[in-house]
C-alpha cells in the first residue's frame, strides 16, 4: 500500500530564508508524486508534480522539489521565502495504475518578518 | 475554465438532521474523488467514481453516508443523521484520465459543522 510521510508537521522560517519540507514515500512501483499548497480556507492548489521525466521539478511561486529514488524522498524547497508562502502544504503519491492519491498529513509553513 | 464547484461553502447544523453536500466536477473530467479535512486526521479519502460509477467507497466511515453520482456533471456526498463527529472540511476534486499524471483539482471545500 501507498504512504506518505511528511516529516515536520510545522516548519517555521524567517522571510528570505530557505524553506524545506520533507516528504518520504512508500511505493512498490515507481511513483508520481505531488506537492499542493493549501491557503486558509481554500482547497488545495497543486505546487508542482514529478511523473518520471526529470528529477528536478520546478513548480510555480518559485518552488522546487527533487525526486530522489534511493532516498525515496521528494523534499520541496525554496530558496528564500516570502510572507505569502505561509501555508499549508500537502505531498502526495499515486502508484502505478492507481487512481488514488494518498496525501501526507500536511506541514504548517509560517513565515516569520 | 469553471473549476470544481462545491455548495454550500458552509453548512452549520443540529445533530441529527440530514446533510448533502454538492459538487460539480470540471468539464470533461471521468474521475471524481470526496475527500474529508480534519485536524486529527488531516486528508481522507471518502470514495471516488469513475465514469459515473463508484469504484472504492471504503474511506466512507460509516452507513450514514452516502455518495451518489447521476451524471457526469454532479455528486452528492449525504451524511443522514449528521453526528457532532462529522464536523469536517470536505472537498470534492475531479482528474481527467488522459494524460495518466493523477493530478487532481480541488473545489474549495464545504465546511460543515455539526452541533
Keep these: ?113 | 475554465d469553471a473549476g470544481v464547484i462545491q455548495s454550500p461553502r458552509h453548512e452549520v447544523t443540529e445533530m441529527g438532521q440530514e446533510v448533502t453536500l454538492r459538487c460539480k466536477p470540471i468539464s470533461g473530467h471521468d474521475y471524481l474523488f470526496w475527500y474529508r479535512q480534519t485536524m486529527m486526521r488531516g486528508l481522507e479519502l471518502l470514495i471516488y467514481f469513475n465514469n459515473n460509477v463508484p469504484i472504492d467507497d471504503s474511506g466512507m466511515p460509516e452507513d450514514r453516508f452516502s455518495a451518489k453520482m447521476p451524471n457526469a456533471s454532479f455528486s452528492t456526498l449525504k451524511i443522514q443523521p449528521s453526528e457532532p463527529r462529522d464536523s469536517a472540511v470536505y472537498f470534492c476534486a475531479s482528474r481527467s484520465s488522459r494524460g495518466n499524471t493523477g493530478e487532481l483539482f480541488f473545489g474549495e471545500g464545504s465546511r460543515l459543522t455539526v452541533l
Design chain 1, 1 to 113: 500500500a501507498q504512504s506518505v510521510t511528511q516529516l515536520g508537521s510545522h516548519v517555521s522560517v524567517s522571510e528570505g530564508a530557505l524553506v524545506l519540507l520533507r516528504c518520504n514515500y512508500s511505493s512498490s512501483v515507481p511513483p508520481y508524486l505531488f506537492w499542493y499548497v493549501q491557503y486558509p480556507n481554500q482547497g488545495l492548489q497543486l505546487l508542482l508534480k514529478y511523473t518520471s521525466a526529470a528529477t528536478l521539478v520546478k513548480g510555480i511561486n518559485g518552488f522546487e522539489a527533487e525526486f530522489k529514488k534511493s532516498e525515496t524522498s521528494f523534499h520541496l524547497t525554496k530558496p528564500s521565502a516570502h510572507m505569502s508562502d505561509a501555508a499549508e502544504y500537502f505531498c502526495a503519491a499515486r502508484g502505478g495504475s492507481n487512481y488514488k492519491l494518498t496525501f501526507g498529513k500536511g506541514t504548517l509553513l509560517t513565515v516569520n518578518p
